[in-house]
């Protein structure tokens, strides 16, 4: 549900103009709901609302909130959605330490913790806790600890770990992980004035998978396993960035600061009895609406334990989220404070260690497996093995800096386990067992798929493919060439680009503009009717398309250059270049030295760009562009205009009613404006269209002079501000201006 919502959707809504207190009320409504349905589908596992309902809901009172910026709570769920990046974490003061556990490694040296824990008991006043000693038996979650904090039942504050003495305040990313309540159900922890407590966010495995994939795919390095990924995801500066991560979390503990209230500790943390015991804590923790690990036990005896640890050892690879073991805790929370801590842990907890599953097997070849956007990706493949519950014969080596590193080579017998019980990983080669027959792994000087030399852009890790006509990477690029923001066709969806490719008829960007009429018409689509016979594109739809495709020639040179995807080259960077260069032929011809002098252009943007039009492929299909009747150039009058508005800075907000946002952006950029897409006091104008939301509050408050449509087409006809400064409206630019001269 995350990534549906995002601040900038904000402002396609349209608020029906409720009353004040009306919208108050319904506010109410809507938060009371969707706190409700949250509850039920993280918590409870048990949801009762649809995706599409909740988003819906949450959509309207976004809505609401926007137009009533009076009636947001600190609570509300709209404030899950991630707030603005903060530009560093402070530092917090805990005020109780934060300890880590003891380790035993196997029952040996278990049973080693119970006698000494059993000793110790001997010497105590039994007055105050009652035997048999009773044990908590909880899975120890992989993930990143956490201390929350709340006031009067509100989420006040979030901190990691760190040091176990001062940690970093990260609430704004932990409000976005949608099972840490923000506000706690009525209740004895609820009713505290002030509650601490400890817990684990963690990455369920899937997500873990997921978010790897896609860092393969970008060429990026990929997390080691979920609790590196749990803890980077918490750690992001921007928090919109830990909302689309899927985060989860298991609360399990009160904070020692309500436990041993001699520390210094600041603030006033009651010492209530907090149920007494850590089996009626949790219970506490359910009912205020934190989310538990249901995975517990009480147990009372050394075997019960065993037990317990033996069942999770069995189960550990069909739970969804990674262990690494058991914790076991005493139970009654009066013997815990007898017991007391060593320098670094709590002598009344243990953690149980898993043993790492690792197997040995002979890498028999390393293949280059060529990925969607043109990284070469070395692939491990060796004899088959069962590890962590199934076979693996395969595992990305990611790159030849992995490779060197692991130190392993063609033939080697290896190490293999799972990251994160998922993702099969090479841990190393044992070297003792070479034999002389081995050898070690060169990297191809060519693409396996197309032939064309590879190369590496300094400061990447990947060697890339950058022939724009590279089989493996055919999808990927046509599909961009396609989107929005590039060559925009509308009416060729993923599906028909790949049957477009199955037969033939399309590999790189320059063929869209020779398919024809009937061999589009007549495309198998792979969907079969009733009679057997094969759907196909048809008529009408052919005739769409042919037309859009021919209406895609004359998308403006920022925009074609965007869909070539040339790594690095966003939009933002397809501006600055083409502002720079009239034509293709002027871009193609500079060097590196002439790009990277351009403000904003890096070397490795520099060397990407030369790269990729030094290979004859790209221009054997650039040239077909050409020939093709795409301009791939300004307009001549575009250059003359261009400098009215130079380094003007713009934001767009609201519908317009004559063009649409993007065309209003690139015709203001045609006169050298800047367009961007959040306001700051570095904004000049802001157009406002009907509708429009935070963006304009935001303007209003800042004090920004604020357009509407007219004020836009004034502009965009008179090739500049005269028109509207003529009306008084046009800020002070001029140091705009001069700042980029
Ligand atoms: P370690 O990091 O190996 O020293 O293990 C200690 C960490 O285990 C604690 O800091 C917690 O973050 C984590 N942990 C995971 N699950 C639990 C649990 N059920 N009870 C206590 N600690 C846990
Ligand atoms: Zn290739």
Known sequence: MEDRISPQSLEHLSVQDLSAQRADARAEE??????????????????????????????????????????????????????TPSDAFAPVKHAARMYSLGNAMNFAELDAWFDRIEAAVGNLDASSFSLPICYSCELKIDGSSIALNYAHGELTRAATRGDGRVGEDITANARTVRDIPLRLAKGLLADLPQLEVRGEIYLPKTSFQQLNKLADEAGEKPFANPRNAAAGSLRQKDSRVTAGRELASFIYAPSEAHMNPQEDAAGD??????????HAFLDLLCQAGFRVNPDVQLARTRADVHAFCTAALEKRHDLPYEIDGVVVKVDSFALQQQLGYTAKAPRWAIAFKFPPEEKTTVLREIRIQVGRTGNLTPVAEFDPVLV????????????EDEIKRKGVLVGDTIIVRKAGDVIPEVVGAIESLRDGTQRVFQMPTHCPSCGTAVHRIPGEVALRCENIDCPAQSLERLRHWVSRGAADIEGLGTETIASLIDAGLLRNVAD???????????????????DGSEQTFGEIMAKKVLANIEA?????FARLLFGLGIRHVGTTMSDLLTARFTTLGQLQAAGIEELSAIDGVGPQIAHSARSFFELPENQAVLQRLLNAGLQLKNDAADHQLEQSLAGVKFVLTGALTQLTRIEAADQLKRLGARVSSSVSSQTDYVIAGADAGSKYDKAISLGITVLDEDDLLRIIAGGGLDGIQAAGKAADVSTAAEDVH
């Open 30 to 83: 809507l938060r009371r709901t969707l706190k409700q349905a949250s509850h039920e589908y993280y918590v409870l596992d048990a949801p009762r609302l649809s995706d599409e309902v909740y988003d819906s809901l949450l959509q309207e009172l976004l809505a609401i909130e926007t137009a009533h910026p009076h009636l947001i709570t600190a609570t509300s769920p709209t404030r899950r959605v991630g707030a």
């Open 388 to 399: 962590a519950g199934s076979t693996i014969a395969r595992a990305t080596l990611h790159n």
């Open 552 to 556: 895609s020639k004359q998308r403006p």
């Open 269 to 278: 943390f009651p010492r209530s009895d907090l149920g007494g015991t850590q």
């Open 512 to 530: 869209f503009y020779s398919l024809g009429y009937e061999e589009l018409r007549d495309l198998g689509l792979g969907r079969f009717r009733r």
